[in-house]
């Protein structure tokens, strides 16, 4: 009976961390998808050529606009659930890496909710600036931290010291840099959180639906 209380206690714990990594990593993938949709949206829009009637080509265009926009506000939206003393414990998350992305792309979300990002080339390049940032911050803590050095290496004795160290930047294997990252980048994601939360009801958006 025992032996089967602790089996469940570790399936239950592995399906945690599997849910955390999961999440971590389509989190990743829909910050990349999004970026790309804005970075690339002259091409994609331009492929409306393609299509024959003009419905086609205004639905095209209408969910390319909500694919790009739901990818970062999803992406940002996940990686605040994720960002926990608890989790970090249990996975390997990138530090101070990710934190640091996370509040960049909440910056440039927050840009982008406070005005049209075609009529404003200061706001486009705030945004763009940003969005850059969060991209480079996230990818190379999932590259170079996140999955590092991997056992095989080390155990080869071809692991150098600067993979090492990186290694060492893994929220499970430091405690002190975790807790420090979450100290310092949480209460930033509550005011940025709370600023896009302001700046989303003064939007045009919210205005027309409340005089709907």
């Known amino acids: 009976m025992e032996e089967q209380a602790i089996l469940t206690?570790?399936?239950?714990?592995?399906?945690?961390?599997?849910?955390?990594?999961?999440s971590y990593n389509i989190a990743l993938v829909l910050l990349l998808l999004g970026a790309l949709l804005h970075?690339?949206?002259?091409?994609?829009?331009?492929?409306?050529?393609?299509?024959?009637?003009?419905?086609?080509?205004?639905n095209w265009g209408i969910m390319l606009n909500l694919l790009k926009d739901f990818s970062l506000f999803g992406s940002f939206?996940?990686?605040?659930?994720?960002?926990?003393?608890?989790?970090?414990?249990?996975?390997?998350?990138?530090?101070p890496f990710f934190?640091?992305?996370v509040i960049f792309l909440g910056i440039a979300l927050i840009y982008k909710i406070?005005?049209?990002?075609?009529?404003?080339?200061?706001?486009?390049r705030l945004f763009g600036l940003f969005l850059i940032l969060a991209i480079s911050l996230q990818y190379f803590g999932f590259v170079f931290v996140?999955?590092?050095?991997?056992?095989?290496?080390?155990?080869?004795?071809?692991?150098g010291d600067f993979w090492l160290w990186l290694r060492s930047l893994r929220s499970n294997l430091n405690p002190v840099l975790s807790m420090w990252s979450f100290?310092?980048?949480?209460?930033?994601?509550i005011?940025?959180?709370?600023?896009?939360?302001?700046?989303?009801?003064?939007?045009?958006f919210f205005k027309q639906l409340q005089q709907v």
């Open 191 to 204: 005011i940025i959180s709370a600023i896009m939360i302001y700046q989303g009801m003064r939007a045009k």
């Open 9 to 22: 206690s570790q399936v239950a714990k592995s399906l945690e961390i599997w849910t955390i990594v999961s």
């Open 99 to 101: 934190p640091l992305g």
């Open 146 to 159: 996140m999955e590092a050095a991997p056992e095989e290496w080390i155990k080869a004795g071809v692991a």
């Open 114 to 124: 406070r005005g049209d990002l075609t009529q404003s080339r200061r706001t486009q």
């Open 183 to 189: 100290v310092l980048s949480f209460p930033a994601l």
């Open 39 to 58: 970075f690339a949206r002259g091409f994609f829009l331009d492929s409306r050529r393609y299509f024959k009637f003009n419905v086609s080509r205004d």
């Open 77 to 95: 939206g996940i990686s605040m659930l994720l960002i926990n003393p608890d989790m970090f414990a249990d996975v390997k998350f990138p530090m």
